[in-house]
């Protein structure tokens, strides 16, 4: 293609003028040649072949998927619009779909503008991060007719978001909101007045209500046929009695997740026994699948004992009152007992659930147990610890116990009698509160952890002291004797093939029973009786050697370790010398004076 560039006079400025304007329509026509060209060479590619609506669906399925990736107030949450950048015909697509555009970034009120017109008549997603403009907010919670899921999770202290949620709220009691199924509103536990739920609430296909530092009425016509329930932190004046709660309960029977932290019926600190009630006025929930509940554990038992379910997840959170602990737990372990027996019995299709794994943890001076029907949960196999854990299917069973140093010993073993242990095959442990003589006796029950096969500890030097007890030879052993300790008895953990010891402390003094020898001697001792470990993993451990290691691997096949070594082997000059040695801090010195 030949162009040539019309004959310019340079005298004639207009004329000059008029060749520059014909050799701009000329690119102009070019430009536009070219890009029809190229639609219509992208046509010919085999994914043009797609019908709109199939691409329309692929691009909501990423865009759903980047926004679950990303925080609701990152510019990442928008990455999905490259595939209007792509070619002509996509981001006709794109922008031909509104429900791309259903979910407004209200970190930006232009933005937000856009979206609310691109996505039509769409049912709208709101959902805030930790950023994000009260306007853009505003503008998007006008459209209530079209509302999908709200999500206003704000900050504590946020005045602005506080009379937000206070005006859509107003608004719900007298409009309606007839596509809205997910509501979640938190406002932080110092904001005055507190949002209250009105009684009336026109929201017919709500399925799903999340609120912390909100009140309701719990005769609130919000809790009808709902099937997720999160209740968090309500003002002691809304508190439910319990009428009230299983009366709001059986308005929902499809139920299948319920959360109540803070939120159950009150109980005095010097109750002596729990309140009664017949087996009619019990409410029946035979969709629950998650059941959460926190509070005082008097009131946790309380409501336990009005709900029928075959739940299988479980999480208690429960707190010793000003009253009588031990009174407290002995009320409480029949219902805790009825409670458990529900997440490991028989279903429907004959194929028992039983704990494959446990967890044994102390966050905040607390006493939780995790109980899972996988052997390795992943949430575990992770760097410990695993604190606060999502509620899964992982790890069905989650208990926490706040109650006084004195109690631990009797809720351990309890509990250790009330789930079934023999099907144990992997145990971790990461606590540091103090032990006592026996107890891994205690919680694994005399013999009950038949089935143990791995085991993973960090904790305090008394677990490592005890256990080293509990794995000597209960015939002949080679080991140091246990003064007035009897060797009769089954073997501990007779299954035991593989040990992890993290972030320990190994001593060397006779006065104990923590020698890297003793632990020697045990090992022999198993490998005589035919139980030896497989597997011996150490790591972050002090007061153990390579000389110590070199031995082990005699009786253990496979020995990992990160030679890490406690400093006192190098420390072995005498003080005149390290002195000598020894560079001044000053050396150093970063210029600030002290």
Known sequence: MTLCCPKVIPDSPVLASRAQIEIDDEIVALEERTRALRTCRNSLSPISSLPPELLSAIFVHHAQQTQFLHEPHSPAILSWLVVGHICRHWRGVALGTPELWATPFLNSSTATDEMLTRSKMAPLNLKIGLQYRIDAIQKALMHIERLQVVSLLFLHGDTAGHRCIMEFIDKLSSCSAPRLKSLALDVGDKQAPRIVIPISFSAPNLCKLQIKHCDLSWASSVLTGLTVLHIKKVSLERVPTLDELVSALRRMPALHTLTLEDALPALSPHTSSLPHTSHTMNVQLLHLKQLRLTAKMLEVANVLACIESTTSEVRLVCRASSGDPNQEWNLSLPIISRALESCFKDTPNDFRQVPRSMQLSS????????????????????????????????????????????????????????????????????????????????????????????????????????????????????????????????????????LVFHDLEFDSSLFNWMRPSDFLDVLMDRVNEGRGLEHLTITSTSGIFARDVQLLREVVADVSWDEYESDEEYFTDTEEDYDGDFIDYEDYSDGYAS
């Open 363 to 498: 966050p905040n001076s607390c006493i939780r147990l995790h109980y899972s029907t996988i052997r390795n949960p992943l949430s575990w196999a992770r760097e410990m610890p695993c604190h606060d854990a999502d509620l899964s299917a992982e790890c069905p069973v989650i208990l926490d116990f706040d109650f006084p140093i004195e109690m631990r010993r009797t809720i351990l073993s309890d509990l250790g009698r009330l789930v079934p242990l023999g099907s144990i095959e992997a145990m971790y442990c990461d606590f540091f509160f103090a032990c006592w003589d026996g107890f891994w006796a205690d919680i694994l029950t005399r013999g009950g952890a038949r089935n143990l096969a791995y085991m993973y500890l960090r904790g305090p030097n008394q677990a490592l002291e005890e256990l080293l007890k509990s794995l000597r030879s209960r015939k002949h052993s080679v080991s140091r004797s246990v003064g007035g300790r009897s060797q009769q008895g089954p073997i501990f953990s007779p299954a035991l093939s593989h």
